[in-house]
């Protein structure tokens, strides 16, 4: 499977969000954070810098779930990645 395009195919990782000090933070907490992490699946064909494997943070808003053969994925477009690991 390929995306065609600017477009990235990525597995969202639920991270377990704690402060320096060892609280855990709610979900509700959570949602705060501007941005989500994920780990890239397939880059779309006109995609420069983002490669299978690599680690992302991209803007929570953006991009849609969709489900191919019974797994999960996310959508977004190069332009919301913000950083690369």
């Known amino acids: 499977m ?3 395009g600017k477009y990235i195919l990525i597995h969202t990782i639920e991270e377990k969000m704690e402060t320096s000090s060892g609280l855990l933070l709610t ?4 949602n705060e954070f501007r941005y989500k992490k994920g780990v890239v699946v397939a880059p779309g064909t006109e995609v420069g810098a983002i490669k299978k494997k690599d680690v992302i943070y ?3 808003r953006a991009g849609y779930s969709m489900m191919i053969k019974d797994t999960q994925y996310t959508i977004i477009q190069e332009n919301d990645v913000v950083v690369v690991e």
Not at 27 to 30: F, G, K, N, T
């Open 27 to 30: 979900s509700v907490d959570a």
């Open 2 to 4: 390929k995306p065609i």
């Open 58 to 60: 991209y803007d929570k």
